[in-house]
Every structure is written in structure tokens, then in C-alpha cells.
């Protein structure tokens, strides 16, 4: 792969990040993903994003089957971001394709994140009302109350004599149904969790 740094936007015109050394990071150096000679680009988790357009977009057609996805390869060493650029003009899109990089770096509203995510290891039931249900294996089961203020704070009910104590939990991404928390704690060791949404935002949960 070559070293040559390729500066990515959205259709709208927007920075996004780069592409470097067969690496995707965002504007900040956060590594997202990789890309290939054929100019295929991946998600950190293996899955596809789409094909990078004119050397500074990365679009997807509307209908078709994505390819297999791949093994997640092993995070670089973060770069120092090139200098963030104005945003460019508008792009038009070929018909039949979308930009693969609209929702990249885009905090999500509150609405966005009512309904159900789950993974292979449980499920998290966010509930219009602002009370959330986290059911995991073996049928263990918590709720409480949620708030979004630019994190994720969960408060679960306390049990008989014990305090409320709030968990929150920072956005690392968010692409329409796809959600990947990280725990706000000192131990770097915790691996971000990611969640797909399996229910349609409903009014009441």
C-alpha cells in the first residue's frame, strides 16, 4: 500500500478523514477501517462500506449483496491527521448509489437511538418513556432509566438497600443500525460493544 494520504468528504461536501497506508481513520486519527488496491473499503469490523469514487468519496450501490464480510485486521498506530480542509462543493451522485460515508462521524439524536439493539451476547431495549431494559444470557435481566446527553447514561433501579449508580457509556459510532458503545472507565482493556438495531423506533417501546 502506498503512503500517499487521500482526503475523504461526504456527497454534501463535509470532511470526513483520510485514507493512508491501506488504513481508513477518521478526522482525528480514529481508525475506522482499511482499503484495498481495487479500491474496496471495509469497516474496522469486517464488514463492507463500499467503493471509494473519484478519490475522495466512498459510495455504495442501493441494491445489491454485500460482499463476504472479512476479518478484522489489526488497529495501526494512530497518525497524526493532516490539517482539516474546507469542505468541497456538493457532489453529484451516479443514479442507483449512496454515499457509504453519510452517517461516519455523526452523533445521533435522541430518536435515533429509541427501539431495540442487540448482539450475539444480549439485547438493550431503549424505550421512548426513557426506561431501557438490558436482558443477557442466562435470563438475566436490568432496567432502570436512560438519558442521552451526548453519552448514553444508563441508571438501573436499585436493589433494596443500595444506591442508584449511573453507567455511562460513550458513543464510539453510530450508522443508522449499527450502534458501538464503549464503558466510561479507567480500564482501557474494555472493548467497545456493538449493537444492531433488530426493532424500529416505536412511540412507547
Known amino acids: 500500500m502506498d503512503s500517499l494520504v487521500r482526503l475523504l468528504f461526504r456527497r454534501s461536501?463535509?470532511?470526513?478523514?483520510?485514507l493512508t497506508d491501506g488504513c481508513f481513520f477518521d478526522m482525528n486519527g480514529r481508525y475506522l477501517g482499511w482499503y484495498e488496491p481495487s479500491g474496496r473499503v471495509w469497516k474496522r469490523d469486517g464488514t463492507f462500506l463500499g467503493h471509494l469514487f473519484?478519490?475522495?468519496?466512498v459510495l455504495r450501490p442501493l441494491n445489491f449483496s454485500p460482499p463476504v464480510r472479512q476479518t478484522p485486521k489489526v488497529p495501526p498506530v494512530t497518525p497524526e491527521p493532516p490539517p482539516a480542509p474546507h469542505n468541497r462543493p456538493p457532489l453529484w451522485l451516479p443514479p442507483a448509489w449512496i454515499?457509504?460515508?453519510d452517517s461516519i462521524g455523526r452523533r445521533p439524536e435522541w430518536s435515533d437511538l429509541i427501539g431495540a439493539w442487540e448482539n450475539s451476547e444480549g439485547r438493550l431495549l431503549l424505550r421512548a418513556d426513557e426506561h431501557f431494559v438490558w436482558s443477557v444470557g442466562g435470563g438475566k435481566r436490568q432496567s432502570g432509566r436512560w438519558t442521552y446527553r451526548g453519552n448514553i447514561l444508563l441508571t438501573p433501579d436499585a436493589e433494596e438497600g443500595q444506591?442508584?449508580?449511573?453507567?455511562?457509556?460513550?458513543i464510539v459510532e453510530f450508522e443508522r443500525d449499527i450502534l458501538t458503545l464503549r464503558w466510561m472507565t479507567t480500564l482501557d482493556h474494555i472493548l467497545p460493544l456493538t449493537l444492531h438495531r433488530v426493532v424500529c423506533a416505536?412511540?412507547?417501546?
Do not use: I, K, M
Open 13 to 18: 461536501g463535509g470532511y470526513v478523514g483520510f
Open 54 to 57: 473519484e478519490e475522495h468519496y
Open 99 to 101: 454515499d457509504a460515508l
Open 163 to 170: 444506591d442508584h449508580s449511573t453507567v455511562v457509556y460513550q
Open 202 to 205: 416505536a412511540a412507547g417501546g
